[in-house]
T-cell receptor, first 109, second 116 residues
Framework: SQKIEQNSEALNIQEGKTATLTCNYT??????LQWYRQDPGRGPVFLLL?????KEKRKERLKVTFDTTLKQSLFHITASQPADSATYLC????????FGSGTQLTVLP | NAGVTQTPKFQVLKTGQSMTLQCAQD?????MYWYRQDPGMGLRLIYYSASEGTTDKGEVPNGYNVSRLNKREFSLRLESAAPSQTSVYFC???????????????FGSGTQLSVL
């Protein structure tokens, strides 16, 4: 069965550094992959979508890569800020959207 | 523009009780979804409605029923609540069904349900 794994449940980094979050998947070749942000007590909010024929996508301080050979997506936040602290979820279109369990990011001032 | 609105925000039930979670969207989206979120397990799809008048099972449909009342509203019903249904429930919508297009989901703020 399809499995989506996101690296470590929690990631702490210092303000100003680049945060890198990992999403790995098995047994499937999705046409695209999405990243969402979720704050405590709130629903997920869409951030970025990357298609299988796109190696990299950027939006402001966010960058997503998609390596279909490694079956992996990396999500980068450059010049991180305490306001970036949240849980980040990756999602693959496997029929409907299937989500990973998320990585909780804390940016320390 | 409210987006996706869920009610109630919190609910406590006793085992065996029934209840309906309400969801409405004002974005004129065709597709709507119900997910549950449990610690360490991520979001899991319960049911979805690709368009008004249709509903389909997701990954974890047992113990739930849904109704797509009209284009705006999609409700989730627990007929006989069990402790295993303690979770946070999210409703979401998208312009078209995800499987047919590169659609993103718009989520409500969730319902925290506890079954004792």
């Amino acid at each position: 069965s399809q499995k989506i794994e996101q690296n470590s449940e929690a990631l702490n980094i210092q303000e100003g550094k680049t945060a890198t979050l990992t999403c790995n998947y098995t047994n499937y070749s999705p046409a695209y992959l999405q990243w969402y942000r979720q704050d405590p007590g709130r629903g997920p909010v869409f951030l970025l979508l990357i298609r299988e024929n796109e190696k990299e996508k950027r939006k402001e301080r966010l960058k997503v890569t998609f390596d279909t050979t490694l079956k992996q997506s990396l999500f980068h936040i450059t010049a991180s800020q305490p306001a970036d602290s949240a849980t980040y979820l990756c999602a693959l279109a496997l029929g409907q959207l299937t989500f990973g369990s998320g990585t909780q990011l804390t940016v320390l001032p | 523009n409210a987006g996706v609105t869920q009610t109630p925000k919190f609910q406590v039930l006793k085992t065996g009780q029934s209840m309906t979670l309400q969801c409405a969207q004002d974005m004129n989206h065709n597709s709507m979804y119900w997910y549950r979120q449990d610690p360490g397990m991520g979001l899991r799809l319960i049911y979805y409605s690709a368009s008004e008048g249709t509903t389909d099972k997701g990954e974890v449909p047992n113990g739930y029923n849904v109704s797509r009342l009209n284009k705006r509203e999609f409700s989730l019903r627990l007929e006989s609540a069990a402790p295993s249904q303690t979770s946070v429930y999210f409703c979401a919508s998208s312009p078209q069904v995800v499987v047919q297009a590169n659609e993103k989901l718009f989520f409500g703020s969730g319902t925290q349900l506890s079954v004792l």
